[in-house]
């Protein structure tokens, strides 16, 4: 007769090596954004006007482009690696390499730099991240040549 208690001890053992190597394989997460790092570095080679930092992640999904190169309108947003005064500092020295007049800065807790470039405004804004970095939002649009409605004539500051 065959001992069915000597064969259950081994076998439970096997049953449960096998159960335990199943939980502890794994994959590698998808990451939760629309676009791969290819569809990302096409994204920037779109945006032939402005900088880039070395490292920056482009927010798919907060972003819009309409056109491209020279000629885009929209809204960027870059998580990027450098703190909110190093990006300040950069975009502060090389808007003026892409063509770009600066009109007005801020450096604050959340800072704004405001450059023309013909027809054509660019508004940046810089806020520190949480953990690590800052997210830099640049905002191209076409600029306003005329007068806002209602707003009334210039004043001189004379009477």
Not at 1 to 26: D, E, G, K
Not at 31 to 47: K, V
């Amino acid at each position: 007769m065959v001992n069915i208690r000597a064969f259950a001890h081994p076998v439970l053992l096997i049953v449960v090596m096998v159960v335990l190597t199943a939980c502890n394989q794994s994959e590698a997460l998808q990451p939760t954004t629309s676009a791969s790092d290819d569809e990302t570095s096409q994204s920037f080679a779109l945006l032939t006007d402005i900088p880039i930092p070395p490292g920056a992640d482009l927010d798919v999904e907060k972003s819009l482009v309409l056109g491209d190169l020279d000629r885009w309108t929209g809204r960027v947003i870059l998580d990027v690696e450098q703190s909110s005064t190093k990006a300040f500092g950069l975009y502060q020295s090389e808007m003026p390499n892409f063509g770009w007049l600066p009109v007005m800065s801020v450096q604050a807790g959340v800072s704004v730099l405001t450059f023309t470039r013909g027809e054509r405004a660019a508004t940046i804004q810089i806020e520190n991240n949480t953990i690590r970095g800052s997210t830099v939002s640049i905002t191209v649009a076409p600029r306003q040549t005329t007068p806002v409605p209602g707003a009334g004539a210039p004043t001189t500051g004379s009477s």
